[in-house]
C-alpha cells in the first residue's frame, strides 16, 4: 500500500531558524516566582495566520509541514513577543530641552513646574496645534516605537486641559491609531494638573471634569481607561476617588499615577478603587505595597524617569516582585520628564536599579504589561491563538536583554501577522 503525501498547508508566514525563543506563558498576571519563569525553546520555527500564531514546534518538522507566503530567517537568534508600553504620553507638540538643563542646573521637579514650566508647558503646544498636526508629530514616534520593538503603546491624552483639547488629543490619538500599526490604548487624563484659567478655582476645574468633560468622553468612545495624577500639588486622595468613582460609573476603567514624588498613599487608593494599574511608585510604603499585593493591581514602574529628572529615589521594584506583585515596566514616553521610547533600555534599567533578572524584565515589559491594559488574552505572549506580535533580535539569548545596553536589538517586527519593520544593514562593501 503506497501511501500518499500530504500536501504542505498554506500559512501567511513561516518565523525559521529561531536560535532561541522566549516567552513567558498563559493570559495572567504573573507574579512571585512565576514573574520569572519563562518558556525556552530552540530550534524553533513559528507558524502565522490569519494574524495568529498556528503552531510553535520544531523547525524542520514546521519547515516541512507548512508552506508560507512569506518566510523570515531569525538567523538563529533571539525571537521575542512584542514588547508591551503600559505608561506613555505621546500627544504633544514641542519638546522641553530647556527643562532638561535647568535640572542639571539643579532646580527640581517642581520648581519647574511652579515657574510655569512642566505639563503648562505642554500644555499650550497642544491648544495651539490642530488634530492634524498632533497625529502628524504622533505617527513618527510610532514608527520609532516600532522600531524599538513595541508594538502595543498605552497613550494618554492630558497636555489639553480642556474638554475640547483633551477631545482633540483623544481623536489624535484614535486617527494614529487607524494609520498605524502599533496599537494604542487611549487613556483619558484631564487630571493631569489644573490649567492656568483654574488655578485659583480648583472647585471648578474638578466640576468640568466631573460633569462636562468625563461624561463627554465616555460618550465619545475615545478613551478606554481614565487616569489621575495623584500628588499633593496636583490631585489629592479625596479629589482622586470621587474622579476615578464617576469615571467607573460612566464605564472607563481606572489607571493612577500614584507615590511618585511623596508617600501620599495613592497605591491604597489604587487597591481600593480595584485599578488596572498604580504606576511610579517611587515613594510607596511598605503598607502600600501590601494593599496593591492584596487588590492584584499591576505596578508599573518607569525606571528611566527618576534619571531623567535626578531624582534619588527609585520605586522599590525589587521588593515588590518578592512581595509577589506582578511588576510591569514602561518608559513613561513624554516630552518632560522621560524623552525615551525604548523598552529595551528599560528592560536594562530594571535588571540595574531594581535587580530584576532578564526573565522577570521581559515578562514585565510583555504579559504584565498586556494583562494591565487588559490585553493578556491576545497579547504579550508567543502561544497558539494569540496574536502573532513577535520581535526577532540580533540577540544570542534572552539574558542579553538586561546585559546589553544603548542600542537597539530590533532586526525584524512582525504585527499582527505582518512584517512591518525591517532593520537597515551597515553596507561594508565600501571597505573592500
Same mark, same amino acid.
Given at each position: 500500500m503506497v501511501r500518499m503525501q500530504q500536501s504542505p498547508i498554506e500559512i501567511d508566514c513561516l518565523i525559521h531558524n529561531v536560535g532561541e525563543l522566549a516567552t513567558s506563558q498563559g493570559s495572567e498576571i504573573r507574579g512571585g516566582k512565576a514573574l520569572g519563569s519563562l518558556r525556552?525553546?530552540?530550534?524553533?520555527?513559528?507558524?502565522?495566520?490569519?494574524?495568529?500564531?498556528?503552531?510553535v514546534g520544531p523547525d524542520a518538522d514546521l519547515t516541512g509541514r507548512y508552506q508560507a507566503r512569506q518566510k523570515i530567517d531569525a538567523q538563529g537568534q533571539l525571537v521575542v513577543p512584542g514588547l508591551v508600553d503600559a505608561h506613555t504620553h505621546p500627544v504633544f507638540l514641542g519638546t522641553r530641552e530647556g527643562e532638561f538643563e535647568d535640572r542639571l542646573r539643579g532646580k527640581s521637579y517642581l520648581e519647574i513646574a511652579e515657574g510655569g514650566g512642566g505639563i503648562l508647558s505642554s500644555m499650550l503646544g497642544v491648544r495651539n496645534s490642530t488634530k492634524e498636526q498632533l497625529v502628524q =508629530?504622533?505617527?513618527?514616534?510610532?514608527?520609532?516605537?516600532?522600531?524599538?520593538?513595541t508594538t502595543t503603546v498605552e497613550a494618554k491624552s492630558g497636555y489639553g486641559l480642556s474638554l475640547a483639547d483633551e477631545m482633540k488629543s483623544l481623536e489624535a490619538i484614535a486617527e494614529a491609531n487607524r494609520l498605524h500599526p502599533v496599537d494604542l490604548v487611549p487613556t483619558f487624563l484631564g487630571a493631569h494638573d489644573f490649567p492656568p484659567e483654574y488655578r485659583d478655582r480648583r472647585g471648578e476645574y474638578l466640576a468640568l471634569l466631573r460633569n462636562e468633560m468625563l461624561p463627554a468622553v465616555a460618550e465619545s468612545g475615545l478613551a478606554e481607561y481614565c487616569d489621575v495624577f495623584t500628588e499633593s500639588h496636583v490631585f489629592g486622595l479625596d479629589e482622586s476617588r470621587d474622579l476615578l468613582n464617576h469615571a467607573k460609573e460612566l464605564g472607563f476603567k481606572v489607571r493612577l499615577h500614584v507615590d511618585q514624588l511623596t508617600a501620599l498613599g495613592g497605591a491604597q487608593l489604587a487597591a481600593e478603587l480595584g485599578a488596572a494599574s498604580a504606576d511610579h511608585l517611587e515613594h510607596v510604603s511598605d503598607a502600600g505595597i501590601d494593599a496593591l499585593g492584596q487588590a492584584g493591581v499591576v505596578p508599573v514602574l518607569c525606571p528611566l524617569v527618576p534619571l531623567f529628572l535626578r531624582e534619588s529615589q527609585e520605586a522599590p521594584g525589587r521588593r515588590m516582585a518578592d512581595a509577589g506583585l506582578s511588576v510591569a515596566l514602561a518608559?513613561?514616553?513624554?516630552?518632560?520628564?522621560?524623552?525615551?521610547?525604548?523598552?529595551?533600555?528599560?528592560?536594562?534599567?530594571?535588571?540595574?536599579?531594581?535587580?530584576?533578572? =532578564?526573565?522577570? =524584565?521581559?515578562?514585565? =515589559?510583555?504579559?504584565?504589561?498586556?494583562?494591565?491594559?487588559? /490585553?493578556?488574552? /491576545?497579547?504579550?505572549?508567543?502561544?497558539?491563538?494569540?496574536?502573532?506580535?513577535?520581535?526577532?533580535?540580533?540577540?544570542?539569548?534572552?539574558?542579553?536583554?538586561?546585559?546589553?545596553?544603548? /542600542?537597539?536589538?530590533? /532586526?525584524?517586527?512582525?504585527?499582527?501577522?505582518?512584517?512591518?519593520?525591517?532593520?537597515a544593514q551597515v553596507d561594508r562593501s565600501t571597505c573592500e
Open positions: 525556552i525553546e530552540n530550534g524553533v520555527a513559528l507558524a502565522i495566520h490569519q494574524g495568529k500564531i498556528e503552531e =508629530a504622533l505617527l513618527p514616534r510610532m514608527d520609532r516605537f516600532l522600531s524599538l520593538g518608559t513613561d514616553f513624554n516630552p518632560g520628564s522621560c524623552y525615551a521610547m525604548s523598552l529595551f533600555e528599560v528592560l536594562s534599567y530594571g535588571a540595574l536599579r531594581y535587580g530584576l533578572l =532578564a526573565g522577570e =524584565a521581559l515578562t514585565a =515589559a510583555t504579559l504584565n504589561a498586556a494583562c494591565s491594559l487588559g /490585553r493578556g488574552d /491576545r497579547i504579550g505572549t508567543l502561544e497558539v491563538g494569540k496574536q502573532a506580535d513577535v520581535v526577532i533580535t540580533d540577540l544570542p539569548g534572552h539574558r542579553h536583554l538586561t546585559y546589553e545596553m544603548a /542600542r537597539s536589538p530590533v /532586526r525584524h517586527v512582525i504585527k499582527s501577522g505582518k512584517l512591518v519593520y525591517t532593520a
